[in-house]
């Protein structure tokens, strides 16, 4: 039979095994020749009081979850959105309108809001100049049309 230091640990703190019955010594009064060789090995040590102001945390250290968000913007206002966990796609090429990238952006700090805050603004500044243009040239058609009518 072979017996681990726990295992024989154990065993003694349970409860006493007599092995006289399987050893065939129900007669002799001395200890048998395993009894001895679990008792010629020395117990365990104990660890020291010092090592165990340190106990070591039973709960599982968090995992971290790596998750990238990626916003791109265009020059016209265009805005959208992927997303990556770890190395797999979770969404790609998502339209995102420029409001919700603002407020998201506001949300989330400051320091990011302004930078993101002055892009929207030049693409709404280019917006509005693309759209005075493109009025203007309505205008200039409208008025050759109605040349070509009269």
């Known amino acids: 039979m072979t017996v681990d230091a726990a295992s024989a640990t154990q ?31 020395p117990e365990p040590a104990q660890p020291e009081p010092a090592k165990r102001a340190k106990p070591k ?15 791109t913007g265009t020059a016209d206002g265009e805005w959208q959105a992927e997303l990556k ?16 990238v603002s407020r998201a952006a506001k ?3 400051e320091e990011l809001s302004a930078p993101i805050d002055e892009v929207i603004n030049e693409a709404r500044e280019q917006q509005q100049a693309k759209v005075a243009q493109l009025e203007a040239e309505l205008q200039q058609a409208k008025q050759a049309l109605a040349e070509l009518e009269s």
Do not use: M
Not at 17 to 34: D, L, M, R
Not at 62 to 68: D, G, I
């Open 107 to 109: 949300e989330l700090h």
């Open 11 to 41: 065993d003694r703190d349970d409860a006493p095994v007599s092995h006289e019955s399987e050893q065939g010594n129900a007669g002799t009064s001395g200890p048998s020749s395993e009894e001895r060789e679990q008792q010629a090995q």
């Open 85 to 100: 966990h770890g190395s797999k796609w979770v969404a790609k090429g998502l339209d995102i309108p420029a409001s919700a």
């Open 57 to 71: 945390s039973s709960a599982r250290k968090t995992r971290t979850v790596v998750l990238t968000l990626t916003v």
